[in-house]
């Protein structure tokens, strides 16, 4: 019955995107309709399995939601047509996140304050800590942050494929006669 009485209310919903994650589903999707509402529009592409990724859904859509909701506020500071779009992707041995905007450039003095706690352009109270999650959480899982703007502005972030090194890993406990543990 609740089933029922949820696809009922939003039965209207019939462009909704699966890519391979729920939680990831629900964000992008989400994100699409506020850059709707916003005259933005928004493209995204998930060409691979994020599952593989060896991060926890909730801070990758943490690092995704954060690097979203900057480039729809910053898209709105730039030219018409405003567009923001999303790509993650499998490449070499790395998984790559590429966040693209339309809006102004970033000056290059900004650049490397742009992950510091409380550092803001938009000169609001209490903002300034989206892009020092993105870093912390990068951080965590071993991954890299860039910033290009020419010809657009995108943030590309870059996670090491741990698969490799989990199979290296599972070679080298099987062969020898003890057991490691490690805390994780």
Same mark, same amino acid.
């Given at each position: 019955?609740?089933?029922?009485?949820?696809?009922?209310?939003?039965?209207?919903?019939?462009?909704?995107?699966?890519?391979?994650? +729920?939680?990831?589903?629900?964000?992008?999707?989400?994100?699409? /309709?506020?850059? *709707?509402?916003? $005259?933005?529009?928004?493209?995204?592409?998930?060409?691979?399995?994020? $599952?593989?990724?060896?991060?926890?859904?909730?801070?990758?859509?943490?690092?995704?939601?954060?690097?979203?909701?900057?480039?729809?506020?910053?898209?709105? /500071?730039?030219?018409?047509?405003?567009?923001?779009?999303? *790509?993650?992707?499998?490449?070499?041995?790395?998984?790559?996140?590429?966040?693209?905007?339309?809006?102004?450039?970033?000056?290059?003095?900004?650049? =490397?304050?742009?992950?510091? +706690?409380?550092?803001?352009?938009?000169?609001?109270?209490? &903002?300034?800590?989206?892009?020092?999650?993105?870093? =912390?959480?990068?951080? /965590?899982?071993?991954?890299?942050?860039?910033?290009?703007?020419? +010809?657009?502005?995108?943030?590309?972030?870059?996670?090491?494929?741990? &698969?490799?090194?989990?199979?290296?890993?599972?070679?080298?406990?099987?062969?020898?006669?003890?057991?490691?543990?490690?805390?994780?």
């Amino acid at each position: 019955d609740y089933l029922d009485g949820v696809a009922e209310q939003y039965w209207e919903i019939q462009d909704l995107v699966f890519v391979g994650n +729920p939680a990831l589903t629900a964000l992008v999707n989400s994100k699409r /309709k506020l850059a *709707e509402t916003k $005259n933005i529009n928004f493209d995204f592409a998930v060409k691979c399995d994020v $599952n593989e990724m060896a991060i926890p859904p909730w801070d990758l859509c943490s690092i995704i939601g954060n690097l979203i909701d900057n480039a729809l506020e910053a898209s709105l /500071k730039g030219p018409q047509p405003r567009r923001v779009s999303l *790509e993650i992707k499998h490449e070499a041995s790395y998984f790559g996140i590429y966040v693209y905007n339309s809006g102004a450039k970033i000056p290059k003095q900004q650049e =490397r304050l742009l992950f510091t +706690p409380g550092f803001s352009t938009s000169g609001s109270p209490g &903002r300034g800590f989206g892009l020092y999650i993105v870093k =912390r959480l990068v951080d /965590k899982y071993g991954g890299t942050i860039r910033i290009v703007t020419q +010809p657009r502005t995108t943030f590309i972030i870059s996670f090491p494929d741990r &698969r490799r090194s989990y199979d290296q890993a599972s070679f080298l406990e099987n062969s020898i006669p003890f057991r490691a543990t490690s805390a994780n």
